[in-house]
């Protein structure tokens, strides 16, 4: 998933339901200016489960690819073999 992706994502997510937006972005806002030290632990956190996802949507990309390559190659076979 590249970034444009995520982009249009976020913006349909937005349009859809802008309150929802809102009330997070408020509750952010008041979490920076009031409790600064949860705020940076609850965005540390999000980084982190940002980083696991584009990890784990590499490889499950990347373990797609190949066993597409392993299909292929057995169909090669199956059909030199006939």
Do not use: H
Not at 24 to 50: C, E, P, Q, S, W
Request: aromatic share 14%; proline share 1%; charged share 15%.
């Amino acid at each position: 998933m590249n970034s444009s992706a995520l982009t249009e994502q976020f913006t349909l997510f937005w349009q859809n339901n802008p309150y929802v937006i809102y009330a997070a972005a408020t509750g952010l806002l008041l979490l920076a200016i009031f409790k600064r030290k949860t705020f940076f632990r609850l965005l540390a956190f999000l980084l982190f489960i940002g980083g696991v996802y584009l990890v784990v949507s590499q490889l499950g990309k990347s373990l797609d690819t190949g066993i597409r390559n392993t299909e292929t190659m057995a169909t090669k076979t199956q059909k030199a073999l006939e």
